[in-house]
């Protein structure tokens, strides 16, 4: 087994704004070397918010290397597919990054740990890397790029050890859509009945937060989702969250029904719910999980993260 996990930091919500790489190199059963690379991006823009997720600051990067000056080191250091948690994300990155330097798309096959996690593990809560990461113990200090790679790739490896397959590429006859990026377009990592083939993005879109979202949103993970939301946020405002969703293709239900794709629990109803705690809208989400309902339970650092 060869393949290469990767993950981006931002300096803002623009997707093309990366100001990290993490790669974490796995051949057989083993991580055999990382990578931790600051990236200057352009223009050099930092939004408090994503400071405060990974800490890197202009100071950082200043004398570090654009995304352009060092997409031939990151082409030299890639073996095999990528794997992302959350590939939608990384990929939309990667993507946006190389149409700002004009750079062609690669011809590779990528893989989602989110997904693949769904597989091997059906009826965990959450399928954020953290909580994913914590329960198989695996130990490391949540977006540092390089980190956040490693558990990436060893959550790919026990999945893999979990649903008894040797190879990634294995996983197509379980239902995974495998993911590909290619100078045209790419086709999106998915579970069942979730494939899609995009044409290659004609402009890099601006993401400006609160107040407008991807040029298009058909593209993003929460496009024709629908969401419910329960307890209070701490990152954000309730109507925030809302405008958020709704930017990007997706619908909001008060109420948690049979179309309810996500339900979001406010950081201190998520530590209720750890604790044991259950709210009438959760109570009806495992309801209809338990009954085959695809409807997720999602913390919101889970949601801060897909957006």
């Known amino acids: 087994m060869i393949f290469t996990a990767l993950d981006f930091e931002t300096a803002n919500a623009t997707r093309s704004s990366v100001c990290a790489i993490g790669l974490a190199q796995v051949k057989?059963?083993?991580?055999?070397?990382?990578?931790?690379?600051?990236?200057?991006?352009?223009?050099?823009?930092?939004?408090?918010?994503?400071?405060?997720?990974?800490?890197?600051?202009?100071?950082?990067?200043?004398?570090?290397?654009?995304?352009?000056?060092?997409?031939?080191?990151?082409?030299?250091?890639?073996?095999?597919?990528?794997?992302?948690?959350?590939?939608?994300?990384?990929?939309?990155?990667?993507?946006?990054?190389?149409?700002?330097?004009?750079?062609p798309y690669p011809d590779i096959d990528y893989y989602c740990t989110r997904v693949i996690a769904k597989m091997a593990w059906p009826n965990s809560p959450t399928y954020a890397?953290?909580?994913?990461?914590?329960?198989?113990?695996?130990?490391?200090?949540?977006h540092n790029a390089s980190e956040d790679a490693l558990a990436c790739a060893q959550v790919a490896l026990q999945a893999c050890?979990?649903?008894?397959?040797?190879?990634?590429?294995?996983?197509?006859?379980?239902?995974?859509?495998?993911?590909h990026l290619y100078p045209g377009g790419y086709v999106a990592c998915g579970g069942q009945n979730q494939r899609r083939v995009r044409k290659k993005d004609v402009d890099v879109p601006r993401f400006e937060?609160?107040?407008?979202?991807?040029?298009?949103?058909?593209?993003?993970?929460?496009?024709?989702?629908?969401f419910a939301f329960t307890g209070a946020m701490s990152s954000m405002s309730r109507k925030e969250a809302l405008l958020y969703v709704q930017e990007r293709g997706g619908q909001h239900h008060g109420t948690v029904g049979l179309t309810t794709n996500y339900l979001v629990l406010g950081q201190k109803g998520f530590i209720g719910y750890a604790s044991?705690?259950?709210?009438?809208?959760?109570?009806?989400?495992?309801?209809?999980?338990?009954?085959?309902?695809?409807?997720?339970?999602?913390?919101e650092q889970d949601f801060i993260e897909m957006l």
């Open 209 to 226: 937060r609160l107040t407008s979202g991807p040029k298009e949103p058909e593209s993003h993970s929460f496009f024709e989702k629908h």
């Open 161 to 179: 050890m979990m649903l008894r397959v040797d190879q990634l590429s294995d996983l197509e006859a379980l239902g995974l859509h495998i993911g």
């Open 276 to 299: 044991g705690h259950r709210s009438t809208k959760i109570r009806r989400a495992e309801e209809l999980a338990c009954s085959g309902a695809p409807i997720e339970i999602m913390s």
């Open 28 to 103: 057989g059963k083993e991580v055999t070397h990382r990578i931790h690379q600051l990236i200057r991006p352009e223009p050099m823009d930092f939004d408090p918010f994503n400071i405060s997720i990974h800490g890197i600051t202009e100071n950082d990067v200043r004398d570090a290397p654009t995304f352009g000056d060092y997409w031939g080191e990151f082409c030299k250091a890639v073996e095999g597919p990528l794997v992302a948690h959350n590939a939608s994300f990384d990929m939309s990155v990667l993507r946006h990054s190389l149409d700002l330097y004009n750079q």
């Open 129 to 142: 890397l953290g909580h994913v990461a914590r329960t198989l113990g695996i130990a490391f200090e949540h």
